[in-house]
Antibody
Framework: EVQLVQSGSEVQKPGESVKISCKGS????????IGWVRQMPGKGLEWMGVIYPDDSDTRYNPSFQGQVTISADKSISTAYLQWTSLKASDTAMYYC???????????????WGQGTPVTVSS | SYELTQPPSVSVSPGQTARITCSGDVLSKQYAIWYQQRPGQAPVSVIF???ERPSGIPERFSGSSSGTTVTLTISGVQAEDEADYYCQSADSRGTWVFGGGTKVTVL
């Protein structure tokens, strides 16, 4: 069974850094793109970017480029999303998800993590 | 960048048919995907490649495409189908985008 298990909730102050994680199991983690999706309170889904764990090839939504860093450690089947200086506007639920496959027709997420809520408040 | 446009809400009585549209120029060239997100839960894909159903998704969910518009149809709506629904696609450069979401209310 494919599973993506995310790290727990985070409460941070503006300007602080944080790194949340997403551990995959039940499949060959290295060979499937992993993405991150933001959902601000009461709002819709936003695609942040994806990473291919085998070679760390990373693609970002231009809206998030430079604001966050996506990384992965294939040796422990874990992907990460990190901020170096949080803002209150980063308060949201963050989901990791697995891309279904590498062909163009499979540009969608077929398995999702449970979500990590991040709250940024002074 | 590109946009996908969905109606904010759709209301339907139990047993009736709900149709949700998603419009965008990219849809004439790229596949669409539909996700269901129930309150407090992570999204789940219910349609991919415009009209294919992942395993485990009930047959009452179907998808279609015409030009720059794709449609998610839920036939014989049940109370458990009350959720937010999002379309998603990707452009040729590999940038993905979600529609704004449609809240389906079962009356």
């Amino acid at each position: 069974e494919v599973q993506l298990v995310q790290s727990g909730s985070e409460v941070q102050k503006p300007g602080e850094s944080v790194k949340i994680s997403c551990k995959g199991s039940g499949y060959s983690f290295s060979n499937y793109w992993i993405g991150w999706v933001r959902q601000m309170p009461g709002k819709g889904l936003e695609w942040m970017g994806v990473i291919y764990p085998d070679d760390s090839d990373t693609r970002y939504n231009p809206s998030f480029q430079g604001q966050v860093t996506i990384s992965a450690d294939k040796s422990i089947s874990t992907a990460y999303l990190q901020w170096t200086s949080l803002k209150a506007s980063d308060t949201a639920m963050y989901y990791c998800a697995r891309r279904a496959g590498t062909t163009p027709g499979l540009r969608f997420f077929d398995n999702w993590g449970q979500g990590t809520p991040v709250t940024v408040s002074s | 960048s590109y946009e996908l446009t969905q109606p904010p809400s759709v209301s339907v009585s139990p047993g009736q048919t709900a149709r949700i549209t998603c419009s965008g120029d990219v849809l004439s060239k790229q596949y669409a995907i539909w996700y269901q997100q129930r309150p407090g839960q992570a999204p789940v894909s219910v349609i991919f490649k415009d009209s294919e159903r992942p395993s485990g998704i009930p047959e009452r969910f179907s998808g279609s495409s015409s030009g720059t518009t794709v449609t998610l149809t839920i036939s014989g709506v049940q109370a458990e189908d009350e959720a937010d629904y999002y379309c998603q696609s990707a452009d040729s450069r590999g940038t993905w985008v979600f529609g704004g979401g449609t809240k389906v209310t079962v009356l």
